[in-house]
């Protein structure tokens, strides 16, 4: 006979997941599940067991994850494989380490608050042996740099780069990584800072992408720095946006979007139909921006872009919302929800890093306060607490 367990009431329920006794995480439907391996089936016998049962709303708030990505999880046929969430998700539950299929990282607050009553520390002439070693390295370093002359500079990325540009060398895969850290780094101070201090730095950045093509003698060094030149021109033309060139910014977009025709990269021209829609909306003509965005999620089909495609679901649902398409807004933002389990959006493209689960938040919001969705205010909430969950 199965021996149930109560669950706290509605308020403890709001601050965090009980701890149970030793006895009910022995129930036999928590053991069965476990054996699974499957966290999903474990949570849902952890919330059927109970008595009264768990209700996902409460669930879903202590994991911190929303009611429907709850839900898939437990229903998906393939299970949690992230064991950073496992890790987390356990932890919040107590689920005691024998029950689990994978180990638990260490706990800080089991860690040592004082140091032992006994250091040891090394006696100084050790240190002073140690620092003549140091000191002979450095010797040794510099003698070796000075033979090696200008041979030793001559083979640093930057100077392989300036070879480049200068003198005709041909690029290389290390100068082909260098051009996309420095990419990255242009996306990530257009996040960070005024436009204005972007734009001239990302034109010098074009021109010098430009010249590598030209330069570069196989496909496995060209089609990289060809797809750099667009999200180059993905860049441009949002800083155009914010400058208010709206004419400018199309024209990005559209050389975006010839680019990833000419290299068949799907999700970058998603990207330039994508932010080609906030110039639709800001002129009101939601409909156009519907279109657009309609065509760049079907660029990023299924999980084939899983960042990508949930953002464009995302801002689908809030154009659909504004013209006051209920059903339509909310199938959308199923389907950004759904996939962005699956992304990874600071990894998966230069571009998509600004799509967090924040960003994601805000648009769900954006979306519930056009619809006049009653969990409006709800979703506002939960967004202002979510640092807090993390």
């Known amino acids: 006979m199965t021996t149930q367990h109560p669950h706290p009431s509605a308020p403890t329920d709001a601050i965090g997941a009980p701890v149970h006794p030793a006895e009910f995480w022995e129930q036999p439907e928590l053991r069965a599940a476990a ?104 010797k040794t370093t510099r003698a070796a740099a000075g033979a090696a002359g200008g041979g030793l500079l001559a083979n640093a990325p930057w100077q392989r780069l300036r070879d480049t540009l200068q003198k005709g060398r041909p690029v290389d895969a290390t100068t082909v990584q260098l051009m996309q850290d420095r990419m990255a780094e242009l996306y990530d101070a257009e996040h960070a800072g005024p436009p204005r201090d972007v734009f001239d730095t990302l034109m010098r950045h074009r021109t010098t992408l430009t010249t590598l093509v030209g330069n570069s003698r196989t496909d496995a060094t060209r089609d990289p720095l060809v797809i750099m030149l667009g999200e180059t021109e993905a860049l441009l033309g949002w800083l155009y946006f914010d400058f208010g060139q709206e004419k400018n910014a199309v024209d990005a977009w559209r050389a ?36 657009l965005l309609r065509q760049a999620e079907e660029y990023v089909p299924g999980n084939s872009s899983p960042a990508a495609r949930s953002w464009i679901a995302a801002r689908a649902a809030e154009e659909l919302a504004r013209l006051g398409e209920d059903t339509a807004a909310l199938r959308a933002l199923e389907r950004a929800f759904t996939v962005f389990d699956f992304a990874r959006p600071r990894t998966e493209r230069v571009w998509t890093g600004f799509f967090t689960a924040t960003r994601l938040g805000s648009l769900t919001v954006s979306t519930y306060t056009a619809l006049g969705h009653p969990d409006a205010t709800a979703a506002a909430d939960s967004l202002l607490t979510f640092p807090h969950v993390q």
Do not use: M
């Open 256 to 291: 975006t979007l010839k680019i990833a025709q000419d290299t068949g990269d799907r999700a970058l021209a998603a990207c330039a139909l994508g932010n080609w829609s906030y110039v639709a909306s800001a002129r009101n003509d939601i409909t156009p921006a519907v279109r």
């Open 35 to 138: 054996r699974e391996r499957h966290f999903g089936r474990l949570i849902r016998a952890y919330r059927l067991v109970q008595t009264p049962r768990v209700q996902q709303t409460y669930l879903a708030r202590w994991l911190g994850i929303t009611q429907g990505q709850l839900s898939r999880l437990e229903r998906a046929a393939t299970p949690v494989r992230d064991l950073t969430k496992l890790d987390r998700w356990a932890r919040v539950l107590h689920i005691p380490a024998h029950l689990l299929w994978f180990d638990l990282s260490p706990d800080p607050a089991e860690a040592p608050t004082a140091l032992p009553s006994r250091v040891t520390v090394a006696e100084p002439d050790r240190d002073e042996e140690e620092d003549v070693h140091r000191r002979e390295l450095l």
